[in-house]
């Protein structure tokens, strides 16, 4: 029987698993939409391809397999970019399928025509154009293999508009698939042990926990060390919940102190990049020895010498180490070096439990996150973007579960939060359902954040993903100005963080068909998060929570700098 190009793609995407593709269609990916859609896979068409190469890289990463991103050529590409870079820098398998124009116009200034292969090159693991409908299911196959494999990260396949239209027999055609998951290797025994007699020699030892621990799914194995060894833990953010936020262990509210304490760190799948201050002092002690765990031998010693180096899976390292570590070598209670960080945690907790409360009028962060986070059940998706929003969020919304919190990210890039709360919400509908019945995801917004993809509250409804969005609203980025002063102001001096004031992002989700609140009060909002928490089973809703727009006044990046320099 005759087939096509499309088909050949929709059936070898099917034959890898995919379930879910998110994307825009256009000429010359209507067909392969359609045909993707013939194969029981569900197709979710974005705003913007931005959100929907966002969403494919959350579901990369929420999945273990390649989130599948599916734009027409040219801008469509372009578009999408930004998902692909996210990817590379967050380590998230994505496949970025791209349509492109006929070869035989290629460089006659056909329509949408841009070299997207050499612009992909550069920022994917693997990319290439099918030369016939022949290897079209072993390119796919090859793109799969490459993210997943190793350190995951983005891949790309151009289809130009005469492969997909292209038509040949389907006796002629083998539809590869599915890519086995990865191997997983164990580190040389010698460092493993190496490793084992650091950490239990050591006064004051820390774990930090990356989201290479979450993606590995390695949350079994740290448990079961952590809780075998009483070594105090500290996440990164995206690392929250692979060991549950209310551990005992937890030192997270003391997290200076233990990083410049610490004496020997065991780096589980995070890079000492910018989020933990490169390694370096004065956030790290000068003399720390580090142990780093990493599947990526590259990484290896990357910005700080490693004291032992141990390549390869997360997962089976952390149960590598654990065999050569005595039970409860480090006894917390007693020890009078460990003893002063749970001390700091303490009194941190209370200073910040002072600021929930405070009640002060507008709101400030603190008092609005108060008021959600009495009523947020346990075990929420938490998407989480904007400065000063996604900062103060971070240290006062717990993670208990591993992978539930999705933010901007190594990139810090922000407009991922629909992109990233769709997938999400489509992971735990369609995926993990059983495990996790009727799971919410909660987006907390910073407004400027929320702009940058606002329309997907549509694609949302849409695509039956309900979502709950809190937008903390202060009328800009970092800060803005309250009515008054706006009205004031002339044009010409209005500051470049100033958004405009008092903006009704809610009546965005009601133009929809959502839900929307608009509240100024600790009681108006708690009420809205009660009504909100009920609707979002079944509809998006946002309560648009109006806060200081003063916000945090001093923009504080002293943490960014290193030293200055003089040019
Ligand atoms: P964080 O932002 O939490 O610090 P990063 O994204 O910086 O985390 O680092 C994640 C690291 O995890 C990357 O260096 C990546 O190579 C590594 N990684 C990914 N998967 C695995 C795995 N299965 N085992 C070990 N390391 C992994
Ligand atoms: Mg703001």
Known sequence: MLTNGSKVIAKSLKAQGVTVVFGIVGIPVVEVAEAIIAEGIKFIGFRNEQSASYAAGAHGYLTGRPGVCLVVSGPGVVHALPGVVNATANCWPLL??????????QGMGAFQEMDQLALLKQHTKYSARPASLLQISNVIDSAVRYSIYGRP??????LPADLIQAETD???????????????????????ERAALLLTQAKMPLVII???????RAEHAIREFIDHSNIPFLPTPMGKGVVPDSHPLCVSAARSKALSDADVVLLLGARLNWILHFGQPPKFSESVKIIQVDIHPEEHHANRRAEVSLVGNVDLIVGQIKEHIPANCHNVRDSPYLGPWFEKVKANVAATEKKLKDDTYPMSYHRAFWEIKKRLPENVIFVSEGANTMDIARSIFDVQEPRCRLDAGTLATMGVGLGFAIAGKRVFLIVAKVCYPNKHVVAIEGDSAFG????ELETAIRANTP?????????????GLDVATYKSTPDNSLPSTAL????????????VGGSGYFVRTPDELGQAVEEGLRESHNTCVVINVMIQPGG???????WLQTTKTKL
């Open 552 to 558: 945090r006044k001093k923009l504080d990046f002293a």
């Open 452 to 455: 940058f993809s606002a329309m």
């Open 500 to 511: 405009l004031p008092d903006v009704r992002y809610d009546a965005i989700a009601e133009a």
């Open 96 to 105: 970025l399928l791209g349509g492109s124009s006929d070869t035989y116009q």
């Open 467 to 479: 979502i709950l969005i809190i937008i903390i609203n202060n009328n800009g980025i970092y800060h």
């Open 153 to 158: 990260g983005p891949v790309y396949i151009d």
């Open 210 to 216: 990356g989201k290479g621990a979450a993606y590995a």
């Open 170 to 192: 389907d006796q002629k055609l083998t539809i590869k698939g599915p890519v086995p998951n990865p191997a997983k290797s164990l580190a040389d025994l010698g460092a493993v």
